[in-house]
């Protein structure tokens, strides 16, 4: 008589967690980033800084839907708050490219339309925006010269979908290396 054993449950526990492990690994959804901003006020005359936060943004190119900003800190407290809007670009159609985690291209209007202010955010070496909070603060980097962005919310941890196909095959092929070694234990067992 030939008895057949199956894989402990252990065996089984382990190969169904990494299968969806995988599957869940390589269904991340793509998350909303925020960032700080900062320029300094060099052509408006108070060489003061202005500072806020960017929010709404996802890694590659973003169109500004959905994008929010808030102005934190300016030189004399003018324009504070949240409430601002995107609006546009100045004829670049992509008003903020983010990646590996850093905004490299910035090109974007906002508007709060409580106090009709306006926050234009550029960085250097585009035809774009000059950063400037205005109407009637008068807050300008006409040169994106001071421009700095930073990640106020870490980049949460992706993986692309090659990875995913290769951790998913790699699940499989484990399996099927370890029947094909249970069998060759079997027939070694019955021919002995």
Do not use: W
Request: net charge negative.
């Amino acid at each position: 008589m030939i008895k057949l054993s199956t894989p402990p449950i252990i065996a089984k526990i382990l190969a169904v967690t990494g299968f969806v492990a995988s599957v869940l690994l390589c269904a991340a959804p793509a998350h909303a980033l925020e960032f700080n901003f900062q320029f300094r006020d060099v052509d408006g005359g108070t060489n003061g800084l202005i500072t806020g936060t960017l929010s709404g943004l996802v890694e590659g190119s973003n169109s500004g839907t959905g994008i929010t900003a808030t102005v934190t800190s300016s030189p004399r407290g003018d324009g504070l708050g949240s409430g601002y809007d995107f609006a546009g670009t100045l004829g670049t159609g992509n008003a903020f490219t983010v990646t590996s985690g850093n905004i490299t291209f910035a090109d974007a209007a906002f508007i709060n339309n409580d106090s009709s202010a306006f926050l234009l955010l550029g960085t250097p070496g585009n035809s774009g925006y000059a950063n400037s909070l205005d109407n009637p603060y008068g807050y300008f980097d006409n040169n994106n010269a001071t421009t700095q962005f930073t990640a106020a919310t870490p980049v949460p941890f992706e993986l692309n979908s090659a990875v995913g196909i290769a951790t998913f095959g790699i699940c499989f092929g484990a399996a099927k290396l370890r029947r094909n070694h249970v069998a060759k234990k079997r027939m070694v067992s019955v021919e002995a």
